[in-house]
């Protein structure tokens, strides 16, 4: 239950721990813990805070306890993964007032306060931080629910009860007067539980029907394909070669995939984390690469590999249908691929810089600035190898600097400059189907996200 150290389901996790914001149904960072913020210059964010909230263990809500969220997050080993992206740009965290805060960050970062509505955002009590082992099964927040720890299993079922100490009204988020969370991997047997009436929210796969049931499509924002850890080509010397991975590239049928795959949910994608809420999009990127395998192996022969090489791919087993579509199309063109299966280990084996490529399943937020800088920078933390571009962080640069149709157009170039270093590949961006029992829960469909967050989930009727 330590939000710093795993990376808890948002739907736990967001049921006692508050974030500093929350994202809006149109998809823009609003106040929440903050109630306001500003940059004073491009490295400086300073937040006001409320006053009004305490913890369940007593302690108050106040620029300290942020402080030492900050902190502890920073240093705690192993942590969490989502989090720290945006936690990396925090140098240092002064305490201005008991509600105001500032936070001093290493270089530029404009999408810091939409970070802190994620996982970069949680706050746990000051005191509990202090004694952190308590955490692994105790949830000391300040949010709307607290944990029945007698009707709790672990990794499992979850069960809370309304926080009647809760600051926020009814009005600013309507509550249940119980909530019950499973964890399911098993997205079957989640569909099966849905039509019994043993849950009222779940995701579902493509194609589920629920008699009564409203069946909902998030934004596509699910960055899914192989990513190509070694650019230079130190391990898998062809992978080194931009010819062979824009090879790699037109070999694959996008459309395709999207529709036999992902069941037609997403849009299609040119291995570049821009999608169509990105700053800058235009639809003309999303054909960057048609499907031609004679073009395909044309580049293979160019770079000096007309029949082909092998490649050895790391592989979540959970993500082994997408892996296998894009095995297939590059097998036709000669390379021979190898999916080697990690599941529990999957994060140590990115991590060990022995992997040339692996299957990964990435978020695109729409915010260009880190999107980019997540997924193309030596801040990736499916960077294992350390890649940089010095184009793609000159126009990072630029772009972050600019303003109005400026940085449009330089979003735009980047997008395409990207797809052309072609260090994915990535056929679509999918997106992720939820449904719901409307007599029971009122959902709000946010955009530029895959799903809702629980705030987003409201009981029929109010309180």
Not at 4 to 9: A, E, I, R, V
Not at 242 to 268: F, P, T, W
Not at 347 to 357: F, P
Not at 360 to 384: H, W
Request: glycine share 6%; proline share 5%; net charge negative.
């Amino acid at each position: 239950m330590d939000p710093w150290k795993t990376q808890l389901s948002q739907y736990v996790a967001a049921a006692t721990y508050d974030t500093l914001t929350h994202v809006n149904a149109d998809g823009t960072v609003v106040p929440w813990l903050a109630t306001s913020w500003d940059y004073s210059d491009a490295t400086t964010l300073v937040m006001e805070l409320r006053t009004d909230v305490v913890f369940t263990d007593g302690a108050s809500f106040d620029a300290e306890a942020v402080k030492a969220n900050i902190e502890y997050a920073k240093s705690v080993t192993p942590s969490n993964v989502a989090a720290q992206p945006y936690l990396a740009y925090i140098q240092s965290v002064d305490v201005v007032s008991k509600s105001k805060v500032r936070f001093n960050l290493t270089s530029s970062q404009p999408d810091l306060p939409y970070g802190f509505s994620q996982q970069a955002g949680w706050m746990v009590s000051p005191t509990a931080l202090k004694n952190p082992s308590a955490l692994a099964d105790t949830a000391v927040g300040s949010g709307p629910y607290v944990l029945d720890k007698s009707a709790t299993t672990q990794n499992k079922t979850y069960t809370f009860t309304r926080n009647k100490n809760y600051w926020a009204t009814a009005a600013q988020w309507p509550r249940f007067e119980k909530l019950v969370v499973q964890l399911m991997t098993d997205l079957t047997a989640s569909d099966n539980a849905a039509r019994s009436g043993q849950i009222d929210y779940t995701t579902v796969t493509a194609g589920t029907e629920i008699t009564g049931w409203k069946i909902s499509e998030g934004a596509a924002c699910a960055f899914h394909g192989f990513t190509i850890f070694d650019v230079e080509g130190t391990i898998n010397k062809p992978l080194g070669d931009v010819r062979v991975r824009q090879a790699m590239n037109y070999a694959i049928d996008r459309e395709a995939i999207l529709k036999s795959v992902l069941g037609g949910h997403g849009d299609v994608n040119a291995s570049t984390p821009f999608g169509r809420d990105s700053t800058g999009y235009t639809r003309s990127i999303d054909s960057y690469y048609s499907y031609d395998v004679a073009k395909a192996k044309r580049l293979l022969r160019q770079a000096g590999y007309p029949n082909g090489f092998s490649v050895k791919v790391l592989n979540n087993p959970q993500w082994d249908q997408m892996a296998q579509a894009l095995a297939g199309y590059l097998r036709k063109v000669g390379i021979d691929v190898e999916l080697s299966n990690h599941g529990d280990d999957l994060v140590q084996q990115t991590n060990s810089g022995k992997w040339a490529m692996s299957t990964s399943l990435q978020a695109v937020t729409g915010l260009p600035y880190s999107d980019f800088t997540f997924l193309m920078t030596k801040s990736s933390s499916m960077n294992p190898l350390g890649n940089s571009n010095a184009k793609v962080n000159a126009l990072l640069a630029e772009a972050v600097s600019a303003e109005g149709a400026e940085q449009k157009r330089l979003y735009a170039e980047l997008a395409e400059y990207a797809a052309e270093q072609a260090w994915y590949v990535i056929p679509a961006l999918s997106s992720q189907l939820h449904a719901y029992n409307p007599d029971v829960v009122k959902v709000v469909e946010p955009e530029r996200v895959g799903g809702p967050m629980l705030y987003h989930l409201t009981p029929v009727g109010g309180e």
